[in-house]
């Protein structure tokens, strides 16, 4: 049974950018979770999708977007970077939600100069 | 709405020694509870959690939390530390079908 990966696992982009983060999924799961951990936090939901369409969104603004894919695999896109989004962005999935659990990634590092 | 929050910053302890992490939650209705650890450079692993069956729950590597619903509190407790028990804790609260609200983080350092 494979896990969530991510990648990459490091990025480098420049305020203003736009990025792309891939996320597939553990086998058998339907849902999709990201989240964003800053320095010294704890993760901060952003959104979640369940076959295909997001059915939940954190405090994030319009310029966090996502898609998931028929084989349930994910991107989240960010467009306009800012400093602040500088963080470890963190990929889950479920079998369909809470009560099942997520199981996270090792995440993929941004940093926005 | 739903928070948690993390009593400690930081807890140290020497090897062979009881490990208290403390939570507090607010929900505004039955939540799921849950303990994440988190090692340098890795992802989140699930230690345990609590989704409204019995109050004590035990997880992984000899961790164990009690659900006290008259305290709210989802306190996390190890008999005894380990040193590769060294790692950040995150306490969980969820109280709808999508959403996880994590506390700030508790680091745990273990001492030989």
């Known amino acids: 049974e494979t896990g969530v990966t991510q990648s990459p696992t490091h990025l480098i982009k420049t305020r203003g950018q736009q990025v792309t983060l891939r996320c597939s999924s553990q086998s058998g799961h339907n849902t999709v979770s990201w989240y964003q951990q800053a320095l010294g936090q704890g993760p901060q939901f952003i959104f979640q999708y369940y076959r295909e369409e997001e059915n939940g969104r954190g405090n994030f603004p319009p310029r966090f977007s996502g898609l998931q894919f028929p084989n349930y695999s994910s991107e989240l896109n960010v467009n306009a970077l800012e400093l602040d989004d500088s963080a470890l962005y963190l990929c889950a999935s479920s079998l369909a939600g809470v009560v099942y659990g997520y199981t996270f990634g090792s995440g993929t590092r941004l940093t926005v100069v | ?112």
Not at chain 2, 61 to 72: C, D, L, R, V
Not at chain 2, 80 to 91: I, K
């Open chain 2, 1 to 112: 709405a739903q928070s948690v929050t993390q009593l400690d910053s930081h807890v140290s302890v020497s090897e062979g020694t009881p490990v208290l992490l403390r939570c507090n939650y607010s929900s505004s209705y039955s939540p799921s509870l849950f303990w994440y650890v988190q090692h340098p450079n890795k992802g989140l692993q699930l230690l345990l959690k609590y989704t409204s069956a019995a109050t004590l729950v035990k997880g992984i590597n000899g961790f164990e939390a009690e659900f006290k619903k008259s305290e709210t509190s989802f306190h996390l407790t190890k008999p005894s530390a380990h040193m590769s028990d060294a790692a950040e804790y995150f306490c969980v609260v969820s109280d709808n079908d999508y959403k996880l609200s994590f506390g700030a983080g508790t680091t745990v350092t273990v001492r030989a």
